[in-house]
């Protein structure tokens, strides 16, 4: 008899006897399901985390730095909403004197939301006043038109580069040469973004309107500071050198990253990486003790079940080893029958799993790509589901498995 044909006999055996124990079959069943779903959810959480994570980095670039002044907030006379920013242009000058051949800048300032007009259409968009480098190291593509020439930047004309909703909700095509109002003054229309979409906090980032430094400066918000720059590194740097070298650049200049007398502030890749897996930390430690709570009591009732199978199971035993039945012929059923629950377990929990995560990241999304709960049912988590759903259901039925192996067949028939 071949080696295959022993197995599918032994197999139809197992199920024919799991199956004469319905109701402790579905028992162990539904909580290897259980637990599989567990282990899906909080795997597919760390995957979908990790993968979101990397997706929420590269929208802002995998090597862009930005310093953010500290800032106080108050009102012009026209109403637009201004800053007392502690960086200005002065200090970004010095910086690329001293750090220009190791770093690219890029300053911007505003961000405030400014009213805009086109004949009879009126909106509101959030204004930034951009370096010329500014688009490039954002890796912002524009759809139509051109950027702002240096000509136009140097003599501080008032020119403006339109988001995509903005462009859309102004009347959409021909608006490259038109002038619109903003904040109450002229501005022509040099280009327009490619759409963007929602950022990482649902935000809309082509509801956003920019225009040059200079203009933005002296005609709107009437202020010479600078919300922030971006700072991307020539070459190859570590975060830790970027730190040190941009810390020292500002410290020449009375400026603090760090300490008591902090006055700006340092993000970049890494900083965001940790600061936004931070913000799950406290839905991952609750289902990683939810795993452990579901893990402990699913291998206390497989083992239970698996016990009082052995149990019932005593007069057959017995007479196996009576008619010459090694040890690991019996322990082999019982841990086969664990391993078809464990993989009937499986099938279920990780089904359910995939459909949950999609219902899920669906009803949870608040931009595209990014959810509040990114649970991702990928084939590897699913293998590492199926993995650990056996692991879990041979290791609890292990001491019944040695139970009915050590069981002499003289005690196992007489108990009958």
């Not at 500014?134 to 038109?145: D, K, T």
């Not at 760090?258 to 930390?281: E, H, I, M």
């Amino acid at each position: 008899m071949s080696a295959v044909t022993m197995l599918a006999r032994r197999l139809r055996h197992v199920v024919r006897t799991a199956s004469g124990f319905r109701i402790r079959s579905l028992l162990l069943v539904l909580v290897l399901t259980l637990s599989s779903l567990c282990l899906a959810a909080v795997a597919g959480l760390h995957r979908g985390l990790a993968a979101q994570t990397t997706r929420l980095i590269e929208s802002v670039g995998s090597d862009c730095y930005r310093v953010s002044s500290q800032s106080r907030w108050s009102r012009s006379q026209s109403g637009v909403r201004i800053s007392d920013d502690s960086l200005d242009l002065e200090d970004l000058r010095a910086l690329e004197i001293e750090l220009g051949d190791r770093f690219r800048f890029a300053p911007y300032t505003g961000g405030q939301a400014v009213d805009l007009a086109l004949g009879d259409r009126r909106i509101e968009a959030d204004l930034l006043g951009i370096g010329n480098e500014y688009l490039a190291l954002r890796a912002w593509r524009l759809e139509h038109g051109n950027s702002f020439r240096e000509s136009e930047s140097e003599a501080q004309e008032l020119v403006v580069i339109l988001g995509a909703s903005v462009a859309r909700e102004l009347g959409g095509e021909g608006l490259i040469g038109q002038i619109i109002r903003v904040a109450d003054a002229p501005f022509r229309v040099t280009g327009v973004l490619a759409a963007k979409g929602a950022g990482v906090l649902g935000e809309d980032q082509d509801r956003r309107v920019f225009v040059p430094l200079d203009v933005a400066a002296k005609r709107v918000f009437s202020s010479s500071g600078l919300r922030g720059f971006l700072a991307v590194p020539r070459d190859t740097l570590s975060s830790e050198s970027v730190t040190e070298l941009l810390t020292r650049g500002l410290e020449r200049r009375g400026h603090h990253l760090s300490g008591p007398n902090q006055d700006a502030y340092l993000t970049g890749p890494d900083w965001l990486r940790a600061r936004y897996r931070g913000s799950f930390s406290a839905v991952l430690r609750a289902g990683e003790i939810l795993l452990l709570c579901v893990g402990l009591i699913a291998a206390v009732v497989v083992c239970a079940g698996f016990y009082f199978a052995v149990a019932e199971r005593s007069t057959e035993i017995g007479l196996k080893r009576a008619l010459g039945g090694t040890r690991l012929a019996i322990a082999s059923e019982v841990l086969l029958e664990s391993a078809i629950l464990g993989c009937l377990g499986t099938v279920l929990g990780s089904g359910l799993a995939w459909v949950g995560s999609r219902i899920v990241s669906s009803t949870s999304e608040i931009a595209p790509g990014f959810s509040r709960y990114p649970i991702a049912v990928t084939p590897g988590v699913a293998l590492l589901v199926g993995g650990g759903t056996l692991l879990l259901a041979l290791t609890a039925a292990l001491p019944p498995a040695w139970r009915a192996a050590s069981s002499r067949p003289a005690d196992s028939l007489r108990s009958e």
